[in-house]
């Protein structure tokens, strides 16, 4: 089973926020061994060292996707087969990094294997944090061509 490890800047203040998330975290517990965790907000620089801790502690091999406005845009079914592909050719563990408000330093983008973006649009970060989450347990359902229940 392929694990999941969201790097996010910030803490989850609002209810409604802990709840989606615990939500999809429940959901995807399905599919793959997820955890979320949560560095400091502060300024970019500081951001980076709670980051780059954090990413130190993965196993070697791990493939890390930042997120990115400026990314490549991405699909369900994308990022989906991203998902497949890297868990065929052996990659057991991905990272997703969601930054804080004011961006990450070049030293997170230069860490990243990729960067990817849900398209143009800003989300706030608590939200793209759902959304983040909502995408990989969908990813799983396309993989496993299993239907979506709305």
């Not at 490549?72 to 990659?91: C, D, F, H, P």
């Not at 983008?109 to 983040?132: D, K, Q, W, Y």
Request: contains cysteine.
């Amino acid at each position: 089973m392929q694990k999941t490890t969201i790097i996010a800047v910030g803490k989850l203040k609002e209810r409604f926020w802990k709840d989606a998330c615990a939500e999809y975290l429940k959901r995807l517990s399905a599919y793959t061994d997820s955890v979320v965790r949560e560095v400091p907000d502060s300024t970019p620089e500081r951001e980076e060292a709670a980051i780059l801790a954090a990413l130190d502690k993965l196993p070697d091999g791990t493939h890390v996707i930042l997120l990115d406005i400026r990314g490549k845009e991405t699909s369900s079914e994308a990022l989906a087969q991203k998902l497949e592909t890297l868990a065929v050719n052996g990659a057991s563990h991905v990272a997703f990094i969601i930054g804080g408000s004011d961006g990450v330093t070049a030293a997170v983008r230069a860490r990243a294997n990729e960067r990817m973006s849900f398209g143009p649009i800003t989300l706030p970060h608590n939200l793209a944090r759902v959304v983040l989450l909502e995408q990989v347990y969908r990813a799983h359902k396309i993989i496993r061509r299993e239907p979506y229940h709305k």
